[in-house]
């Protein structure tokens, strides 16, 4: 990475390693507010509906020490297995904490707008959709889950 921003690729030129997030989804958003914690030069992480700590209760070190950094907690109103997932996020302070509204887990992924597809050409039932992403529409999740990210990222990694 220090090697592209120092310039020697076109990509390198790009890169501002003084403005570096991260995100992800599930577990991928456990990492990304894992990896903040465990490298200084993550400036600020999103965590998509991810746990934050092991099935046995045994806390991340992110939630156990909880964040030094700016986190966003971004989770669904609808998630299956929300009850499970308070047990860390609810210890956590100093964090941004939002919530989708009419939504489960999938609709942090391409399914937020494919299943809605599926179910108009009726590869898919209605109830299988609203496990799989919730009621939301995605004229609604899709706009709503970028401009949570968008504005997240916006304010925290400034030059």
Do not use: C
């Not at 499970?84 to 996020?89: F, I, K």
């Amino acid at each position: 990475m220090e090697a592209l921003a120092a310039g020697r690729s076109d990509l390198g030129r790009a890169l501002d390693l003084r403005r570096v997030g991260i995100y992800g989804h599930s577990a991928g958003g456990t990492t990304a507010a894992e990896a903040m914690h465990e490298d200084r030069r993550i400036k600020a992480a999103i965590n998509l509906e991810g746990f934050l700590d092991y099935p046995d209760g045994k806390l991340f070190p992110v939630a156990e020490h909880g964040a030094d950094r700016p986190l966003l907690l971004l989770g669904t109103d609808g998630f299956s297995e929300k009850k499970e997932l308070e047990r860390s996020w609810s210890i956590m302070r100093r964090v941004h904490r939002r919530e989708i509204d009419n939504a489960t887990h999938g609709v942090f992924t391409d399914y937020a707008s494919t299943a809605p597809q599926l179910q108009s050409a009726r590869l898919m039932t209605a109830d299988n959709r609203n496990k799989l992403i919730g009621a939301i529409a995605p004229e609604q999740s899709v706009p709503l889950v970028r401009g949570y990210m968008r504005s997240f990222f916006a304010r925290h990694l400034r030059a």
